[in-house]
């Protein structure tokens, strides 16, 4: 088992930024990836970026790369997601989510069904 916590999320304005942090613990030994996700109410969850636990790769949602950034912290087993000018769109629950290492070739992946363990996630509003 793996234990996602998030944190960060809050009510930002238009135009500012929030910092998100997921700390992971447990059996992170099997990790191949963290990952963000959000879901707005109403629709369905969506991949904003993940990395490999080793940092060495990355990969962020065509939509959000000229904001968003993904980090990973190894020495405290954790992943950051820098959002700068936040929009009003981008309104919606934050999900940390990891996934495992399994046979054969791995490579990141935006889908949701592949990730194996999810946080309760943290709420993101951005005011107009």
């Known amino acids: 088992q793996v234990q996602l916590e998030e944190s960060g999320g809050g009510l930002v304005q238009a135009g500012g930024s929030l910092r998100l942090s997921c700390v992971a613990s447990g059996r992170t030994r099997r990790t191949y990836a963290l990952a963000w996700f959000r879901q707005a109410p109403g629709q369905e969850r969506e991949f904003v970026a993940a990395i490999a636990y080793s940092g060495y790769t990355s990969d962020v949602a065509a939509s959000l790369k000229d904001r968003f950034t993904i980090s990973r912290d190894l020495a405290n087993n954790s992943v950051s997601l820098q959002m700068n000018n936040l929009k009003p769109e981008d309104t919606a629950v934050y999900y940390c989510?990891?996934?495992?290492?399994?046979?054969?070739?791995?490579?990141?992946?935006?889908?949701?069904?592949?990730?194996?363990?999810w946080g309760h996630g943290t709420q993101v509003t951005v005011s107009s």
């Open positions: 989510a990891d996934d495992q290492l399994r046979p054969g070739a791995q490579t990141i992946t935006q889908r949701a069904q592949d990730y194996d363990y």
